[in-house]
Every structure is written in structure tokens, then in C-alpha cells.
């Protein structure tokens, strides 16, 4: 135990006596009253003693599930058992939220996506299956009495992850930790101490028999990290990434001469760096992973010039589509796959504006292209300049502000957010005298290349272009 004196143990208990509500005090009463244990533990207990916001309270118990079904019956306002299978019960008392689960151990069979669960009736036990040492510390109730049985204070202190047994069986019972280890290394700022680091590049792909969903879901957390890039970097030099995100590793393979970094992925880590500090609410999973994976093409598309010079012709192209198939395979929702991979599709559109030679119809088109994400695609091409050369970055930063100066120009003269035709389909069938079909769709198709090409021209004008068109095209 860590906390060897009385002292000590009073002033961590009175740390935690500050993030638990009456109510909690009161159903630990309940429990001790019907000859049980209950305890928080895990991350509140880590957080409270880091002074970070403490949002949900996790308890453990050694009462089996039915017991504690009778325990709160009466007692709480809500009950909940979606989780019994798994030991856990769910509560609610007043504006409270609560869950509840038996003491267990949880091991992955070797060719099992399923964990094991068995119950267990120590809370040292409980604490021993945890995945991290700042982890398995726990709050005895009522009262915060402070259980560290594997060091975890001191590990807060050195902001360091060890397992509380062996690395080797703390992941062969649950693979994802050795994702979640890297996620802390971003959430937290912690590093990674060399037995855990040495068992995560020997047991790596051990990480595929977790599902996608899972995989995702800690990938999600580490890239909305407070250090993505730090995180980032465990994955790779764990081997982790090869087996969730092999695209990654792949860049550092890849001399970068265009912007003079050792590799693509010093270039990304920057380009990551960069489109994090224009975030204005908090992180963008969409801007963070579009800024990670914008260059993952690259590898897939170098080419040799003349000269030793190299091209990477298209990788935007090539990356968009290997982003999409990526994103898909780690179960991302739909419209995160649309959004980042249109993203990594756009990213270099801006290089063609030159010294500002665009037409208005092609800032038009950029608009319209970009659609709802024109403000991530802002702040990514703005990341995507690395370049050392201070006369050529800023005179990059003044040209794309003259083109988001245009923009603005342009939005407010002709609302660009929603640029339509200025006929729609009803006038479309009326001025050609036609009825719903592919024709109409055609029409509209050809008035919207109109709108972006002239802009506002008028009603009369867009239906005497419509009729010109319609003869020419022969379908009056």
C-alpha cells in the first residue's frame, strides 16, 4: 500500500469525500448494513486525485447481482438490468446514474472476440484485474476508505502505466488495453513503462481479435486526445498500429521532399499539431483524423522524376478512397467515412488558386464542393503548410485569406451556402413543358452549372438559357 500513514489516508479520503454525493454515502450505509462491501473504483478515483472533473462513478461490490437488486430495492428511483449478465446493475436516484457490478475477472479465450466472466469475492482480487495501476486503486464506503494495494498513487505521481501483475497476462485476459494504454499516454500525458511497452510489441496482434467496434471506439478517444501525437506514437512503436491502422506506420517509410520533414509522418504529426490549435469548441474527431490520414496516399503514388525529384500525382485521390476503406473497416459511422475522406479528397484544391487566378465560378465550385465541411477544409489546408521557409508559409497564409476573403464576397453577395438553380422543378417542367422524369434532373443539372458559372442572372434570363439549351440538347 502506498499510503502507510493514518494522515496520508485522511487527506486522500478527504479528496474523494469531495466528488461523491450524499446519496452515494448513503447506499454504501446499505450495503454495509446487509453485510457487504462496496467501493468506487477505477478512473473516478484517479481523477479525483488528479484534480480532473470526476463525470460518472463506477462501483464494484462482492454482492452477486441478486443481491444487489435487493439491496437497493425500495431505495432506488429507478432500476435497470441490461448488464446482469455480466455482473452489473443499473440505478437511478434522483439526478443520479449509477452502476453496480460484482467483483469479476474477465479473460479472452485465445480465438474468442467474447470475454470470459466469473465472479470473485475480494476487492483486491477486483483491483488485481484492472487494466493499469492508477486504475486499480478503489474507495471503500461509506467513508472513502483508500485501498492502493498496487501502487497506483505512486504511479499518478510519476505519470507512468504499469499493469498490477505481469503486462504479458494483463493483456492475454484483454488485448484492448493495450490500445487503452496508448489512449492514456494521449489523455493523460503519461508514458509508458518499458516491461509494458516490451509486452505490447510482443503480444500486438493479439489486438485482432477485439472487435472493430471497440478498436474504434479507443482510437476515437486517443485522436480527441489532450496529446493525440504521443498517443499516436505508442501505437506505431508498439506495433499496434500495424493491425488498426497499418496506413500509419507506412509514412514513416516515405521520404518527404516536397516539405523537407524526414518522412510523411513527421509531415502529418505536424499537419495534426496544427489543425488542432485552430480547433474553436473543443476536439473535431472529423478535422483531427482528416489531418492525420490526409497524406496516406503518398506511399501508394510516389513517383520518380527526372532530376531525383519524386511525385506523388493524385495521392489525394488514392488517400480518400483508402481512407474510406480504412474508416469502414474500423465500423465508423457513415457520414464520419463521408466526412473525413472528402476531406483528405480536398485538401490540396487550394494549391491550384495560384496568385488568385481563379475565376469566380471556381471559388464557386470550391464552395460547393466542400459543402458543409468549408470550415474544416479552412483550417486543414491552412495545417497542411509545413513548410521552414517563413517568406513562402506567409506568403501561402495571405493568399489563402484572400481567397476566404472571396469567399465571404461572394457568400454574402449570393448566399454560397445554399447555392441552387434559380428555377427549380416545378418551373423547370413549366417553362419546357414536360413532366417529372430524368429530363427535369438534367435541366436542374445543367441551371446549377449556370448559377456556379454566372451567378445570379435573373429568372428570365435563367429560363431563356434553359430553352437555348433545351433546343440545343434537342429535347423540346
Known amino acids: 500500500m502506498i499510503v502507510s500513514n493514518d494522515e496520508q489516508r485522511q487527506a486522500v479520503?478527504?479528496?474523494?469525500?469531495?466528488?461523491?454525493?450524499?446519496?452515494?454515502?448513503?447506499?454504501?450505509?446499505?450495503?454495509?448494513?446487509?453485510?457487504?462491501?462496496?467501493?468506487?473504483?477505477?478512473?473516478?478515483?484517479?481523477?479525483?486525485?488528479?484534480?480532473?472533473?470526476?463525470?460518472?462513478?463506477?462501483?464494484?461490490?462482492?454482492?452477486?447481482?441478486?443481491?444487489?437488486?435487493?439491496?437497493?430495492d425500495g431505495w432506488a428511483d429507478a432500476i435497470w438490468t441490461i448488464g446482469i449478465e455480466f455482473g452489473t446493475v443499473g440505478l437511478r436516484k434522483g439526478e443520479h446514474q449509477l452502476e453496480i457490478t460484482t467483483y469479476r475477472s474477465e479473460t479472452y479465450d485465445p480465438k474468442s472476440r467474447k470475454p470470459e466472466v466469473s465472479y470473485g469475492t475480494s476487492l483486491v482480487e477486483d483491483l488485481r484485474r484492472r487494466d493499469f495501476a492508477v486504475n486499480a486503486m478503489a474507495a471503500t464506503l461509506p467513508g472513502c476508505g483508500f485501498v492502493d494495494p498496487f501502487g497506483g498513487l505512486e504511479d499518478l505521481g510519476r505519470r507512468l502505466l504499469r499493469t498490477p501483475g505481469r503486462p504479458e497476462d494483463s493483456f492475454s485476459d484483454d488485448p484492448l488495453r493495450m490500445m487503452r494504454a496508448a489512449r492514456f499516454v494521449s489523455q493523460l500525458g503519461f508514458t509508458i513503462a518499458p516491461e509494458v511497452m516490451a509486452a505490447m510489441k510482443e503480444m500486438s496482434a493479439r489486438i485482432e481479435i477485439v472487435s472493430a467496434e471497440r478498436v474504434q471506439a479507443e482510437l476515437s478517444k486517443l485522436v480527441c486526445g489532450a496529446h493525440p501525437?504521443?498517443?499516436?506514437?505508442?501505437?506505431v512503436e508498439s506495433g499496434l498500429a500495424l493491425h488498426v491502422l497499418p496506413e500509419l506506420p507506412e509514412l514513416r517509410l516515405e521520404i518527404d521532399e516536397h516539405h523537407r520533414h524526414k518522412d510523411v509522418y513527421d509531415h502529418s504529426m505536424i499537419v495534426l499539431d496544427q489543425?488542432?490549435?485552430?480547433?474553436?469548441?473543443?476536439?473535431?474527431?472529423?478535422?483531427?483524423?482528416?489531418?492525420l490520414l490526409h497524406d496516406i496516399g503518398k506511399p501508394r503514388t510516389r513517383a520518380h522524376l527526372p532530376g531525383g525529384r519524386v511525385s506523388f500525382h493524385h495521392h489525394e485521390m488514392v488517400g480518400a478512397k483508402m481512407t474510406k476503406k480504412r474508416l469502414t473497416a474500423l465500423k465508423y459511422p457513415k457520414e464520419v467515412i463521408a466526412d473525413v475522406s472528402r476531406l483528405v479528397e480536398l485538401h490540396l484544391r487550394f494549391h491550384g488558386y495560384g496568385e488568385g487566378e481563379w475565376t469566380d465560378s471556381a471559388v464557386r465550385r470550391y464552395v460547393r464542393d466542400a459543402d458543409h465541411l468549408l470550415s474544416r477544409l479552412h483550417k486543414l489546408t491552412r495545417a497542411d503548410c509545413t513548410t521552414r521557409n517563413k517568406r513562402k508559409a506567409e506568403r501561402l497564409a495571405r493568399t489563402y485569406d484572400a481567397l476566404e476573403e472571396r469567399i465571404s464576397r461572394l457568400a454574402a453577395e449570393e448566399e454560397l451556402g445554399r447555392i441552387r438553380?434559380?428555377?427549380?422543378?416545378?418551373?423547370i417542367q413549366q417553362a419546357l413543358g414536360i413532366t417529372p422524369g430524368p429530363l427535369v434532373g438534367r435541366a436542374y443539372k445543367f441551371l446549377l452549372e449556370l448559377r456556379l458559372d454566372q451567378g445570379m442572372i435573373g429568372k428570365e434570363e435563367a429560363r431563356a438559357a434553359l430553352l437555348e439549351w433545351a433546343r440545343a440538347e434537342n429535347v423540346l
Open 13 to 72: 479520503a478527504q479528496l474523494l469525500r469531495r466528488v461523491v454525493p450524499a446519496e452515494v454515502e448513503e447506499l454504501g450505509g446499505l450495503f454495509a448494513t446487509a453485510g457487504h462491501e462496496l467501493a468506487i473504483v477505477g478512473g473516478p478515483v484517479r481523477d479525483a486525485l488528479l484534480n480532473r472533473p470526476v463525470t460518472d462513478l463506477d462501483f464494484t461490490t462482492d454482492a452477486p447481482p441478486h443481491r444487489i437488486l435487493e439491496i437497493i
Open 229 to 235: 501525437r504521443e498517443g499516436l506514437a505508442a501505437l
Open 275 to 291: 489543425a488542432i490549435a485552430q480547433e474553436e469548441d473543443g476536439p473535431d474527431l472529423i478535422l483531427r483524423l482528416a489531418a
Open 421 to 427: 438553380p434559380e428555377l427549380d422543378g416545378v418551373e
